[in-house]
């Protein structure tokens, strides 16, 4: 029934708002549904969440090509980097059992809801990595500007909430030749050096880059195409629906449509 009244327009913003004031008021926030064979435990203070809670899918223009590319690519490993409590990575691990799929986030009630997810849903092909991904080691502090968020991050001006992380680099913690990798990098405007740490992961392997840039940043998409296309990576397509997506590749010639 929710599906069918989700497709009329003028209902498809009205219910979703009208069922935000809902749990506010009865404080229900958490809901656990299955979408394909897995269980997601949702909070519904967050968009995201109820997005996903209301259409069954996120990002479904991103998602299709990707499970397209798996397909088509013999894909040995997925880096779902900025997992957040793992959305892509639940959903490719239902999908694709025999793919590698690394998350990495550095927020304990990520890591915990991720791994109760993991848990929950007997899946065996998801490693879980608690730390920020970047081009060095050490700690970083991240800032939210909703407690209830999953979204962190680094040097956040506007936090209400802040968290010390270790953080990392990939090319300090895998030495991967010869593979085919998916890299989906959602880092809060720490893409770039997400990239710079993995200067050999990326030279040494096809990869295939799912990146989402703040727009208003000029100076930092441009280092960031700079980069990637003096490693040999070509841009194939942007996500015409948030003008936030870019996704490059050294291997994939055919622009992705979307």
């Known amino acids: 029934m929710i599906d069918r009244v989700l497709k009329i327009p003028f209902l498809k913003r009205l ?11 009865t404080k229900n926030y958490f809901k656990e549904i299955t979408v394909n064979g897995i269980i997601f435990d949702l909070d519904l203070r967050h968009f995201i969440d109820r997005r996903f809670f209301f259409y069954k899918t996120y990002e479904e223009e991103l998602f299709n090509p990707l499970k397209k590319i798996i397909n088509d690519n013999n894909i040995d490993y997925f ?16 999908l694709f059992p025999n ?24 899946l065996k092909n998801i490693k879980v990595f608690q730390t920020a991904i ?23 001006k506007n936090s209400i909430i802040k968290k010390k992380s270790k953080i990392d680099f990939l090319d300090n913690l895998f030495q991967i030749k010869k593979s085919t990798i998916i890299l989906k ?47 040999g ?9 948030n003008k936030l997506d870019y996704l490059f590749s050294n291997f994939i010639n055919s622009n992705i449509e979307i």
Not at 141 to 152: A, I, K, R, V
Not at 193 to 213: H, P, T
Not at 233 to 241: C, D, E, G, P, V
């Open 15 to 25: 219910v979703p708002s009208i069922y935000k004031k809902y749990i506010y008021l």
């Open 99 to 122: 793919l590698n799929i690394y998350a990495f986030d550095p927020i304990d009630k990520n890591i915990i809801r991720l791994h109760n997810s993991i848990k929950k849903n007997n």
């Open 185 to 231: 990098i959602d880092t809060e405007g720490f893409e770039l050096e997400v990239l710079r740490g993995a200067f050999n992961l990326l030279v040494d392997n096809k990869c295939y880059c799912q990146i989402e840039i703040n727009p208003n940043d000029d100076l930092n998409k441009e280092k960031i195409f700079s980069y990637l296309k003096s490693i």
């Open 79 to 94: 880096f779902d980097i900025g997992s957040a409590w793992g959305v892509y990575s639940l959903s490719l691990s239902g």
């Open 233 to 241: 990576y070509r841009l194939i397509s942007i996500n015409k629906k």
């Open 134 to 156: 970047g081009s060095s080691t050490g700690t970083v502090e991240l800032g939210s500007t909703e407690d209830y968020s999953p979204n962190f991050k680094i040097n956040e």
